[in-house]
């Protein structure tokens, strides 16, 4: 059982960890915007980037996802051309994972694209139009008479 000073201690630092802890998020999630892809995509990345390869089970269950979940999100790497997957030679039952030279590439550049104090973005976004009435967002808004 922990001391008071212990739990006085935890109180007192929840509030700054939990700032730091969203702060981190903030920033993954800038990082994974600029590279056009989901916080998963982003956390599979890293671990491809971390090591030479891994098996498309191993990435599953440190992701916490399905079998089909795993292939989803390979093929969004895939297509993105940031991940390579082949059958193992031995065992043709297993698919190894491969990160690709993009994926360093951007994965290193993407940083720089984010600025760290604000978890922002540095790079402009695109506007984005209604296919509907061909205007940005704010233009398509109702306005009440």
């Given at each position: 059982m922990p001391s008071d000073d212990a739990r006085r201690a935890g109180w007192e630092l929840g509030p700054d960890d939990q700032a730091y802890q969203a702060?981190?998020?903030?920033?993954?999630?800038?990082?994974?915007?600029v590279l056009g892809i989901n916080l998963t995509d982003l956390r599979c990345l890293e671990i491809l980037l971390?090591?030479?390869?891994?098996?498309?089970?191993?990435?599953?269950?440190a992701l916490g996802l399905t079998t089909?979940?795993?292939?989803?999100m390979l093929d969004r790497l895939e297509a993105l051309g940031f991940a390579t997957r082949t059958r193992d030679t031995t065992d043709r039952r297993k698919v190894i994972v491969?990160?690709?030279?993009?994926?360093?590439?951007r994965g290193s550049s993407s940083h720089?694209?984010?600025?760290?104090?604000?978890?922002a973005s540095k790079r402009p976004r695109p506007t984005r139009?209604?296919?509907?009435?061909?205007?940005?967002?704010?233009?398509?808004?109702?306005?009440?008479?």
């Amino acid at each position: 059982m922990p001391s008071d000073d212990a739990r006085r201690a935890g109180w007192e630092l929840g509030p700054d960890d939990q700032a730091y802890q969203a702060a981190v998020h903030d920033f993954d999630a800038a990082v994974a915007a600029v590279l056009g892809i989901n916080l998963t995509d982003l956390r599979c990345l890293e671990i491809l980037l971390q090591q030479d390869s891994a098996l498309a089970g191993h990435l599953g269950a440190a992701l916490g996802l399905t079998t089909g979940s795993v292939t989803a999100m390979l093929d969004r790497l895939e297509a993105l051309g940031f991940a390579t997957r082949t059958r193992d030679t031995t065992d043709r039952r297993k698919v190894i994972v491969r990160a690709t030279p993009r994926a360093t590439q951007r994965g290193s550049s993407s940083h720089d694209d984010v600025d760290p104090a604000t978890g922002a973005s540095k790079r402009p976004r695109p506007t984005r139009i209604s296919a509907t009435t061909g205007l940005p967002p704010a233009s398509t808004t109702r306005t009440s008479r």
